[in-house]
Structures are given as C-alpha cells and as structure tokens.
C-alpha cells in the first residue's frame, strides 16, 4: 500500500494536483511560486488573490512564507555581495582568528540576541492565552490598517488574534533552533554564516513585535493605532517624569527592573484597584521603565538598565521587582545594603531567594517583615504585584529603613584610601576618585560621569564603598534632586496616514532630508546629552527623528530656555516631528514603519516577500538607525535586522566594539548598480547607501555619517537635494571640510542647496575638472574620466528619476507587461 501523504510527489499524478489560483484572467500554479507548498497553501492562495492580476502578471511571484534563511538568499547575496562583511578581533582574543570563524561567533551573538527577545515573548503569548484565550482579537485600532509587517513579511500572514500570534512564535522557535545548530556545529562560508544571522536579526523583529503586540492589545499599553491623526502632535502628552529627583521618598516606592512589566502591570491595579494611585510610587529602569507609563501615567522612568545600580545606591526603592534582566549585579546584595526588599519574579530569576509562588500574599508580607527576609521568589505575576504594593506600604510604615549613606559617616571608611589608583585604572571613564576623597564636589562631579559598574569597588584593596561616596555627594550637592525631567510615554505603531504625509515631506518632495531612528541605551558619560543633541540637530533639518528603547529618557533630560526637547517638537510621524516608539520591543515599530513607506509608496503588501520589499526601500527610502551605547547581543541582533530590511545602521560610540560591519567600497565601481526595471539594462548608480552597518566614534561623525547615509539612487529631485545639503552641512560644520566624495551624488546644479550652490559649482570645476557656465553645469566629468555633457551623464550614471528600478533579475518587469 502506497503511503497516500506521498502521493503528489509521484511522477505524472504531480500535474494533475496543480494548485492553480485563478486572478483575472491569469492563471498561477502556487506550486511554482512557493518552495514547498504544504501546510501553507491557504496563505499562498490569499497572497496571490491580494496581490492581483496586474502584479501577477508584471513579475514572476515567488512567495518565502515561514521563510527559512536560505529562502532569503537572493536578497541577503545582494547585500552581502555590496558590503562584505568586515571582522575586528575581538577583545581578549589574542590571534586574528580566520573570517569563518568570526562569521561563526557573529551568527552566535545574534542568535543569543534573538533568543533573549524570544524568550520574553514566550512567556508573554503563553500568559495571554492562557488569559485571555486563543480567540483573542488582534486589534490594532482604526488607525492601523496592516498590523504586525514585521511577522507578516516572514511569514506570510497577519497575526490576528493570540492563535496566529502562537503559530508565528512557533515558526521563531523553529528558526531559532535551525540556527543554532549552524551557530555552533556548522562549517559553513562566510556569507552562509551571516545570511543566518541576517535572517537571526529579521527574526529577532518578529519576536518583538509580537511581544509589543500583545502590550498593546491585551494589556491597555498606550497605541497611536487607537487615535486619530488629528491627535497625534500631542499624544501622549508630556507628562511623564523622568530621572531619580522624580521620586517622592516619602511615599512607599516600587522600582521594576528588566523586561518583564507583567508584575508592574498587576501593581498598577492593585494600587487603582485601593485608590493608592496617589500614595505610592510606582517606578522602573530600563526596558519596563518605559513599558510602565504607557499604561500607568504616574510611572516614572528613573534611569537606564545599563546605570540601574545607580537607583539602589541612592537608596530609593523600598522594594525592587527584578524579572529576567539584563543587571549586571546581584540585586540582592545590593538590596540589602539599602534595606530594600526583593522579588524576583518569574522562572528565570532565581537569585537565591526562595521560591513562594505557593503562599498568599499576606502569609508571605508577614513573614518578609518579621523575618526581615531579603526577599522572595514569586512565578505568578499578580502575586508578585500586589506582594510588593503591600510589602513597599509595610516597609513604610515600619520606617526604620536605612536611607542613604551619610557623608560624615563615610568619611572615616574614605580615610583607609591609600592613593594607590587601582580603581582609576580600572574605571571604564578613567575617574581621579582617589584625588576626590576628601571633596565633596569633586566627588559629585564624578557622580555625573559615573555609570555605577562597581569596578573601582570590586578592585579596591582597602574595601572603600567608593560609589556610596560618589552617591552622597550626590545628594549632598542636590544633584539627586535635581534629576528631574519630562518626556512622552511610547506611542507605538506609526500609521499609514502619517506615512502619507511623510512621503510628501520625503520621497516626491519637501526639505526634509529623511527619518532619522536613534535606538539603543547610553552607557558612558554624557551619553544622554550627546543622544539628545543628535536627536535636536535633524530636528532642526526638518528630518524626522524616532527613538526607542532608553535613549527615550536621554533625550528627555535635554532642556533649553524653549523646554524639553519633548515639549518642542511634535509627536506625530512626520517631518520634524520626533516620535517615541517605546520600549525595547518597541524597536519593532520602526521597520513596521518603513514597511509601511513601502506599502503606500509602491502598494506592495509586505507579506512573504522580503526580496520585493527590502528591494524597493533600500535603494528609495532616506532612512537610517543611530544605535547608541551598549553593543549588548540584542543590539547586534536588531543591527541585522534592520540590515536586512535596507535599513543603514550607524554604531556608537567607540563602535569597533561592535566586531563586525558591512562596509561599502565606493571606489569599487562594479559594485554600484541597478537595473532599470523595465528594460533590464544594467546601470552603473551613485555609492549608495554607502555603508549598511558602520561604527563612529563620536556623536559628530555619527551625524555626518548618518547625513551620508540618506543618499538613494532612486530619490528624486528634492530629496536628493535635502540629503546632499544635509552631509554637506554636516561635514563643512563639524570637519571644517566637505567629504571627499560629495560630488559623486550630484546630477544637476539644482540639486546643490542655493547657498553654498556657486561654492560648490566652483569645487566641482577646480577639483573634479566639470565643466561649469555661470551656475550651471555645462559638462560633468564621469567616473571614467570622460567629460560629457549632462544628458549624456544622466543616461550613463544613475538611474532615470521616477523610473522603476531593481537590484534583483527576477524584480524586472516582463517584457509584455512593462507599463510602470
Ligand atoms: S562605578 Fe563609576 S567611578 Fe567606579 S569604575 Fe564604574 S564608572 Fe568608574
Ligand atoms: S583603589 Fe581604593 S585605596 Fe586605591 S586609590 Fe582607589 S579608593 Fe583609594
């Protein structure tokens, strides 16, 4: 007996079982548009029905849907074959180790990226279902007409209830598994290598955005989706306190750290739930520091996950809520030193306290206070929350809790510093804390350069508490106090209304030079005003600028005699506005967002189809990612991520650290081409985006470097004008000279900003031997080094504006059907 699930594979019976999908008058076998069709064929018919017959008949379709990493091959050698990836060493390893190898450890760092997102995500979804049930409506409000772009590019399908969102996850984890068996047992190339941590990055998107998801429509989380666009220049308002001076100590005080907000999220109602909203504070740091005010408008946001010891050492919280984390410390020691209680929530955070998920709320508070135990251990997350409103209340009203340290009382430990420098050459920022010791202000001005990693205190011989004398002078000088800003909460998701606007603004015209997206978690001094600082330059040129994650809070602390920079620029998503995303999962929002420039821009639904997608952005859209501080394994896993999408990433400071970059050659000419995508001519086209993950080092090259970055061989007139203006300020500003390379970008005399425009004119002339009549362009010089005339130039270098264009052979329209 034949096994009859093998059946279609037999020779001949294959032809009869044609999965044929009738669209017009066109007829499509899904079998030649997807890899293996089984178990998929619902979602390949809807795909090819919703695409229609007009694009069914302009190319060929090929659908990636649970796309593996080898689907995505033909985009990802695109890539790979422009920016080949480059590898420093890395630190503490003494021998430059073979590129494979490096490829190897790059594929293991963004798999540990993607898994440390997934497993959050994990425990969420399965919290949600089993609240909420699989049924669970995925509705993203009427602003928001496509949800969830980043699953549905990878999958093929639209999460909409928990049930689809589980089936997607499950697709993660699978992918996930498939990738670590390469990250850590493959012999592979090393563009094998890196198109699995490419495909590791667009995953690790996925696993945010369903997490953010679920926020948003299980747990109230504040969504731009539910708005309309006539209140989003000031939704959410700028209302949420940031920063230690925020906190009211006299009121009992709950700190969340890490990623999972669950336990907050069940405080914040057992504290409405009692009226309490007014007699407690209910803080976080880091990730859930962000999660808490986008559904609780009295969270404050008291610092950044990398300075989270900071918060202990001030003596704030009377309870700490810690879910898995990225602390580097022991909380509990920390806590202890403070008199503050613990609860490590979840699984994952052990800790050494013991597990009480068991008891009730009451019988565990009593035996915390009678006991004076450290803390508890508690899986449950509404346990947990309202455990640690009741335990905060207790501590309170006990009120013999150990605040800060005393100065006068430090003093006498400060005077064992034998001046022997240990803790200078250990500290990160090079601190003279030994010189410090007896000054009060000294010390507090180390304060504002401190990150509180605890170095100088593990290295010290004499055992001083160096960073309880840093935080003393601190509040001794109101420093603390004065740690007191105003931001917007996360919105979430851009609309695709907004990105109609914003297409106006910079893709057919407009002056804005692009979207600039600042992301990541500042962890050196004066990181917060360097990252405020990016933000305010593009607002200022009109671009428009997101943030996501942490820096969300730097750029709050930034204020000037107009305000907080919150307060002077919009919220919504278009030129000059400046939009806070969210949290860490909330990174997710920013391909989403360009998805949907590509959706409204080209009407290509981004639905198991990456190539088209990623095609059409990265050579249309002026868009690049900041990614500033941490070079933490998510990081690098959002890095590929966005890679992938043709999103460029500029990485600082001290990039180098970040150990692997796709840099572009714009010297190598046969690397920079398109094709026109209607005769299928190959064209030699400026050297753009020149770089797709880059590092700088200070915050001025990351802002010339990201200027440089919104040049696109597709854009037209005006923005190719606003991006050339933009890198041109910038070098001329902060290098006292225009780039080596400027002129590459220019077609046409109009396209030089009318100020510097005879300048510029002139250079070309003298420097780049064109030919110049007055303040036009009579004859430009190509690359080859043949001078002809701008006609000529045009229709040898670049591509034609408005004209469809594509990096990819199989994007090229049919010769019977080519009317774009
Ligand atoms: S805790 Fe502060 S002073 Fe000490 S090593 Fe770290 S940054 Fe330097
Ligand atoms: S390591 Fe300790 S003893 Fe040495 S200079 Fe620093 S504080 Fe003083």
Request: hydrophobic share 40%.
């Amino acid at each position: 007996m034949k096994p009859e699930g093998f059946a279609t594979l037999r020779a001949g019976e294959k032809e009869a079982n044609k999965k044929i999908v009738k669209v017009g008058d066109c007829e499509v076998d899904l079998e030649e548009v997807v890899r293996d069709l089984r178990g998929v064929e619902d979602i390949a018919t809807d795909i090819i029905k919703e695409m229609g017959e007009r694009r069914v008949k302009q190319w060929k379709p090929k659908l990636n849907i649970l796309a593996h990493a080898s689907d995505i091959a033909e985009w990802d050698s695109v890539l790979l074959n422009r920016y080949h990836p480059l590898y420093t060493s890395i630190p503490s390893t003494p021998t430059i180790m073979e590129e494979s190898n490096q490829a190897k450890l790059s594929l293991q760092d963004t798999c540990k990226g993607l898994f440390k997102q997934l497993t959050f995500a994990r425990d969420l979804l399965d919290f949600a279902i089993k609240s909420f049930g699989r049924n669970r409506e995925i509705d993203m409000g009427s602003s928001i007409t496509y949800p969830t772009m980043n699953t549905s590019l990878l999958t093929g399908f639209y999460t909409k209830n928990l049930d689809d969102m589980d089936r997607a996850l499950s697709y993660a984890e699978a992918q996930l598994l498939e990738l670590l068996l390469a990250a850590y047992f493959g012999a592979e190339t090393v563009v094998e290598f890196e198109e699995k941590a490419l495909h590791a990055g667009a995953l690790t998107f996925l696993v945010m955005e369903i997490a953010e998801t679920i926020k948003m429509c299980c747990f109230e989380f504040f969504n731009a989706g539910n708005h309309p666009a006539t209140e989003y220049s000031d939704s959410p308002p700028v209302e949420i306190e940031v920063g230690m001076g925020a906190v009211d100590r006299t009121r009992p005080v709950i700190v969340f750290f890490g990623n999972n907000f669950l336990p907050a999220w069940f405080a914040v109602e057992h504290v409405k739930a009692k009226g309490l909203e007014d007699a407690i504070e209910i803080c976080g740091v880091g990730a859930v520091g962000h999660d808490i005010p986008r559904f609780y408008k009295g969270g404050k946001v008291l610092t950044s996950a990398v300075k989270a010891r900071k918060v202990t050492r001030a003596g704030i919280p009377d309870v700490v809520v810690a879910s898995e984390t990225c602390l580097e410390f022991d909380l509990v020691a920390e806590a202890k030193r403070v008199d503050a209680k613990v609860v490590a929530y979840g699984y994952k955070a052990g800790s050494g306290l013991e597990d009480r998920s068991d008891d009730s709320v009451d019988d565990i508070l009593k035996n915390v206070m009678e006991n004076d135990l450290p803390g508890v251990r508690i899986t449950i997350p509404e346990k947990a929350g309202e455990l640690a409103v009741k335990l905060a209340i207790a501590i309170k009203q006990k009120g013999n809790r150990k605040e800060n340290y005393l100065l006068s009382e430090l003093k006498e430990e400060a005077s064992r510093c034998n001046s022997c420098d240990v803790c200078v050459d250990v500290c990160p920022n090079k601190q003279t804390i030994s010189k410090a010791m007896d000054d009060v202000s000294a010390l507090a001005d180390i304060y504002d350069n401190c990150i509180f990693c605890g170095e100088c205190e593990r290295a010290c011989p004499e055992g001083v508490p160096i960073m309880d004398l840093i935080m003393s002078a601190a509040a001794t000088t109101g420093k603390l106090k004065g740690d007191k800003y105003l931001m917007r909460a996360g919105r979430g998701p851009m609309s695709e209304l907004e990105w109609r606007d914003l297409t106006f603004g910079i893709i057919l015209g407009g002056n804005g030079p692009g979207m600039i997206n600042i992301i990541g978690c500042g962890n050196y001094p004066g990181s917060e005003r360097e990252v405020a600082e990016m933000a305010r330059y593009f607002l200022e040129r009109n671009a428009l600028v997101t943030v996501s994650g942490c820096v969300a809070a730097d750029v709050a602390k930034y204020f000037d005699e107009n305000g907080f920079l919150f307060e002077q620029y919009i919220a919504a998503g278009v030129l000059k506005g400046l939009v806070n995303f969210g949290g860490c999962t909330a990174i997710s929002h920013v391909p989403a967002a360009i998805y949907r420039g590509a959706l409204v821009g080209s009407g290509y639904t981004p639905k198991a189809n990456w190539t088209q997608i990623a095609d059409y952005l990265y050579a249309r859209l002026p868009v690049v990612t900041i990614m500033w501080g941490a070079a933490t394994e998510e990081m690098y896993a959002v890095a590929a991520g966005l890679v992938r999408s043709g999103i460029p990433v500029v990485i600082g400071p001290s990039g180098f650290k970040f150990k692997r970059y796709f840099l572009g050659d714009k010297d190598d000419r046969s690397k920079w081409w398109m094709y026109d995508g209607v005769t299928g001519e190959k064209k030699e086209v400026e050297p753009c985006p020149m770089h797709m993950l880059v590092p700088v080092d200070t915050k001025e090259e990351a802002i010339a470097m990201s200027a440089k970055l919104l040049h696109r061989p597709l854009a037209l007139r005006d923005p190719r004008l606003a991006s050339l203006e933009a890198e041109n300020e910038a070098y001329k500003n902060f290098f006292g000279e225009y780039s080596d390379d400027w002129h590459l970008y220019v077609r046409s005399e109009q396209e030089l900003h009318v100020m510097r425009r005879a300048e510029l004119l002139r250079k070309l002339r003298q420097e780049h031997g064109w030919e110049i009549e007055g303040m036009k362009i009579k004859r430009a010089r190509h690359r080859s080094g043949e001078l002809m005339d701008m006609q000529e130039y045009n229709k040898r270098y670049g591509i034609q504006l408005g004209r469809y264009s594509t990096l990819v052979p199989r994007l090229i329209t049919r010769k019977d059907n080519n009317d774009t």
